[in-house]
């Protein structure tokens, strides 16, 4: 089956730096990537949808200067966290969806994210 | 625009004895319907979806779900459950037409009891 990775699987960082997460499509070309993230005991909710080649599209309230979204290959796309707070800590999941249309996307297994 | 509800947030079920998950959604339009697990600390994994055809489905680990048009509903079964079933369970919705975002339900944590 198809399989999303993603890199780092957690990560730590200090207030006010930056941090990329990488999400990578390892057997399929993934043309729509999307990022998600989870907040404790609650459901996914969508950030942004990325196509290869072209600008995200964020979802309303997501401040697009801060999570910078690049989808440069149909292998990979990734998420910069800008100048970190601790309220950015949460759980980040990518998932992608190839040429055969979205009706399933493959999901990543994640990224926990703490800012200290 | 879509929406969907699961009503329960938590679900306790002894093992080896069945369970349900109930899963509403609402929209405007014709639907794809999923499924989904996540085990702590891990994304998330199918179950199973419903595009079209017959509205019960069959996933892995033994799932399966019923999608009711007239009830807008598309209920989580199992008939008889497991330890590793321990998970949070999502709901899922989007719409049939194209690249159209999915939309989760709060999730249902299954919790099974020895």
């Known amino acids: 089956g198809a399989v999303v990775s993603q890199h780092p699987s957690w990560v730590i960082c200090k207030s006010g730096t930056s941090v990329k997460i990488e999400c990578r499509s390892l057997d399929f070309q993934a043309t729509t990537m999307f990022w998600y993230r989870q907040f404790p005991k609650q459901s996914l909710m969508l950030m942004a949808t990325s196509n290869e080649g072209s600008k995200a599209t964020y979802e309303q309230g997501v401040e697009k200067d801060k999570f910078l979204i690049n989808h440069a290959s149909l292998t990979l796309s990734t998420l910069t966290v800008t100048s970190a707070h601790p309220e950015d800590s949460s759980f980040y999941i990518c998932s992608a969806a190839g040429w055969g249309g979205v009706d399933e996307q493959y999901f990543g297994p994640g990224t926990r994210l703490t800012v200290t | 625009a879509q929406s969907v509800t699961q009503l329960d947030s938590q679900v306790p079920v002894f093992e080896e004895a069945p369970v349900e998950l109930r899963c509403n959604y609402s929209?405007?339009?014709?639907?794809?319907l999923f499924w989904y697990v996540q085990y702590p600390n891990q994304g998330l994994q199918l179950l199973l979806k419903y595009l079209s055809g017959s509205t019960l489905v069959k996933g892995i680990n033994g799932f399966e779900a019923e999608f009711n048009k007239s009830q807008t509903s598309f209920h989580l079964r199992k008939p008889s459950v497991h330890i590793s079933d321990t998970a949070e369970y999502f709901c899922?919705?989007?719409?049939?037409?194209?690249?159209?975002?999915?939309?989760f339900g709060t999730g249902t944590k299954l919790q099974v009891i020895p």
């Open positions: 899922a919705v989007r719409g049939s037409g194209g690249y159209q975002k999915v939309t």
């Open positions: 929209s405007s339009v014709s639907v794809y």
